[in-house]
């Protein structure tokens, strides 16, 4: 935005600026008091340094045009006030313009502007004009801002920039010395910030790896320890199984070696049949059979338990 009021008001100022170049004396003067007249014209620092004007310095019958003009430039309708003597009569149209460019200065130094305040510097009766004022200003693009009634304020948003007084560019080349230093400050505080993060990440990286480190080689003892103990426990019967039958009870002990655990089985024993007799095998021989040696002997079984 500011750049392309700066191209606009250029514009504006650039006929001004051509019959300058030939304009001397009286029409120098009246060049002046055209310029500050005009509409959307509001920066003259080009047309106050052309040489035919500076000129006008030294001539006492129209010193007081150059006066006029670094008043538009860079002055408000409260130096007017104060110097109006030694300023021409002003026109309704000056008037009217050189408020509105004191509330852009105004703007610059606040941000929050009163009505009680502007009434007094601007020489206004009544609110219902000096809101017209500021929103003619706004239509111009001289401030732009929010006109907050109830509580009697011009909230400013953004303010156009106007010509530097003699000797303001060397308070603005301070402030942005100070602003450079300070700024300087900053960054250096900031890099140092930076790198003291950096290292405490470092330090915490180192202090993880040998935690890690530590943890693993913990794990790796007593994986080590359990393998050793486990060894150990079942190095004895080297994993073999021995078998023993007990006499007469038929239980059968395991052995299986490595934790000396014993098994007993339980097993049938059987009565072994008796022999038979030479008669019965002689008989058996001639086709006669006995009713009581028909059938097998009856086995009989036993079972014993533990």
Do not use: C
């Amino acid at each position: 935005m500011t750049d392309h009021f700066n191209a606009a008001a250029l514009g504006k100022l650039e006929p001004f600026l051509l019959m300058v170049k030939s304009a001397k004396g009286a029409a120098a003067a009246k060049l002046i008091q055209d310029a500050t007249s005009a509409n959307g014209v509001f920066v003259f620092a080009e047309l106050l340094d052309s040489p035919n004007i500076q000129e006008l310095s030294s001539n006492e019958k129209y010193a007081s045009f150059l006066s006029l003009l670094k008043l538009f430039s860079y002055g408000t309708y409260e130096d007017y006030k104060q110097h109006q003597s030694t300023f021409p009569p002003l026109t309704p149209a000056q008037v009217t313009k050189l408020k509105q460019l004191s509330l852009a200065t105004f703007a610059k130094s606040s941000r929050t502007l009163s009505y009680p305040a502007l009434l007094n510097s601007l020489s206004i009766s009544s609110v219902r004009e000096l809101e017209d004022l500021i929103i003619d200003s706004i239509y111009l693009d001289i401030v732009h801002g929010k006109l907050n009634q109830q509580q009697s304020v011009f909230e400013v948003e953004w303010s156009m920039g106007r010509d530097l007084r003699p000797g303001e560019i060397d308070d603005l080349l301070a402030a942005l010395k100070g602003w450079a230093q300070t700024t300087s400050g900053v960054i250096q505080a900031l890099d140092q910030k930076i790198e003291s993060v950096r290292q405490e990440e470092v330090r915490k990286g180192k202090e993880n790896k040998e935690h890690e480190k530590i943890l693993q080689n913990t794990i790796q003892e007593v994986v080590n320890a359990n393998r050793q103990k486990g060894q150990q426990s079942g190095g004895g019967g080297g994993g073999s199984e021995q078998v023993t039958q007990t006499p007469r009870s038929g239980r059968i002990l395991r052995n299986t070696g490595g934790y000396n655990n014993r098994e007993e089985e339980d097993v049938m024993e059987v009565d072994e049949p008796e022999p038979q007799s030479k008669q019965s095998t002689l008989d058996g021989m001639r086709g006669k059979k006995k009713p009581s040696s028909d059938s097998p002997k009856t086995v009989r079984k036993r079972n014993r338990g533990f």
